[in-house]
């Protein structure tokens, strides 16, 4: 018989109740160090004051109203975004996946306006992650997310990821846009090269295409700076932001151009929620926080702290892992292990961390976690690595 919850995932026995900083509470009362952090959506930790001050602030005043009026919250943060980015204009969603979609229409609404509505064709790249929407995982375009979901939206090109040959070879009259994550999340923490980013910039310069970059779980501080394309000196046309952005409460953003986003006039687009003053709130107090030299230092020195040791971690079990890699606290530890035993082995030992492709086990932890919390969570980590490299898992 089927699950009350649509059986679409497969869950781990645990079950937790409450949680503070980086530590949750299992049920049975065990604490996890939680190096997951809701896959890169808690930035500020469980139960962060500055956040539940916000959010309990706004829900004693005001919900709901819709964006048939004015919504204060949504206007900071909108405000906060332009002042902090490249960005002249910003959309809110819900999640990352309607900022695919939005990010899909306006590329294409930009080129119809110009009047060349063939010039549609969105390039994506091999290993990606754009969500489950059906704009998402036609962009994704992995079998593992589209088989059995057609007919898919048409439109998308999908390059592997780093053919350099191919992509030129793939750019026409009828390109839209060039959609990317800077650093692939899902697809294994896979970064794009700064020079790279770079030459995809340049690429999309000369034949004049929109460049949209996918930082849902990279942007947000995650890589010790605002946005992961800072660290490249490039900017993008379009962007979508969500996962961190709410600090936990669901929400997404697209950022354009005033240009890119030329196409989108009032009725092209809308959503009910999207904006909605509880996740404006939390968003507007977020940014507060993560767009502050800084609280961005502290990320980059806390990120090195945490590398370094898990170098060590590396340097220590060879036969469980491979290397390290990412960026700032958007860190993966590549595995001779199965990736999935390795995170097993981890709640066994009290410490939280997410699988990933490639056989790649992901460390997004929370961006202000302690010092203390990175070394425990390392010696947790070590304890589940001698258990594998023992046999005994
Ligand atoms: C998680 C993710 C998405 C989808 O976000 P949802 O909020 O789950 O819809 C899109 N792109 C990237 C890079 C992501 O990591």
Redesign the pocket.
């Known amino acids: 018989m089927i699950t009350s919850i649509l059986p679409t995932y497969s869950r781990a026995p645990l079950t937790f109740v409450s949680g503070t900083g980086s530590w949750l509470v299992e049920q049975d009362g065990r604490r996890f160090l939680d190096l997951g952090a809701g896959?890169a959506v808690n930035a500020l930790g469980h139960a962060n004051p500055a956040l539940v001050e916000a959010l309990t602030e706004q829900a004693g005043a005001l919900w709901h109203v819709s964006n048939l009026y004015n919504i204060p919250a949504q206007q900071k943060l909108a405000d906060a975004l332009v002042a902090n980015t490249f960005a002249d204009t910003v959309f809110f969603t819900n999640?990352?996946?309607?900022a695919?979609e939005l990010a899909v229409k306006m590329a294409r609404k930009y080129w119809y306006d110009k009047g060349t509505p063939e010039r549609s064709e969105i390039i994506t790249f091999s290993g990606s992650?754009?969500?489950?929407s059906s704009a998402?995982i036609a962009a994704a375009g992995s079998e593992k997310m589209t088989k059995g979901f057609g007919p898919l939206l048409p439109g998308f090109t999908h390059l592997e990821f780093g053919d350099h040959d191919a992509l030129r070879a793939a750019v026409s009259d009828q390109t839209a846009a060039i959609m990317v994550?800077p650093i692939q999340?899902?697809g294994g923490i896979r970064p794009l090269p700064d020079v790279c980013l770079k030459g995809l910039r340049d690429l999309c310069d000369e034949h004049g295409i929109l460049l949209i970059l996918?930082e849902?779980?990279c942007g947000m501080g995650r890589t010790g700076k605002l946005f992961a394309h800072e660290w490249a000196g490039i900017t993008p046309d379009i962007m979508?932001v969500?996962?961190g952005i709410g600090g936990g409460f669901p929400l997404?953003a697209v950022l354009a151009t005033e240009n890119a986003a030329s196409g989108m006039t009032a009725g092209t687009h809308g959503s009910t929620y999207g904006g909605n003053p509880l996740a404006c709130a939390v968003g507007a107090k977020v940014m507060e926080i993560i767009a502050d030299d800084a609280f961005l230092a502290e990320v980059n020195r806390k990120a090195a702290l945490m590398r370094q040791k898990l170098e060590g971690l590396v340097a220590a079990y060879p036969d469980v892992f491979e290397s390290v890699r990412g960026s700032g606290l958007m860190l993966g530890l590549k595995c001779k292990a199965t990736n999935t035993d390795v995170v097993k082995a981890g709640y066994g030992q009290g410490v939280l961390t997410v699988p990933a492709a490639d056989n790649v086990v992901r460390l997004l932890p929370a961006l202000n976690i302690a010092d203390e919390d990175i070394a425990e969570a390392v010696l947790r980590l070590d304890a589940a690595a001698a258990q594998l490299a023992g046999g005994h898992a």
């Open positions: 896959i999640s990352g996946t309607e695919c992650f754009h969500g489950r998402g994550e999340g899902e996918d849902v779980q979508m969500a996962k997404g």
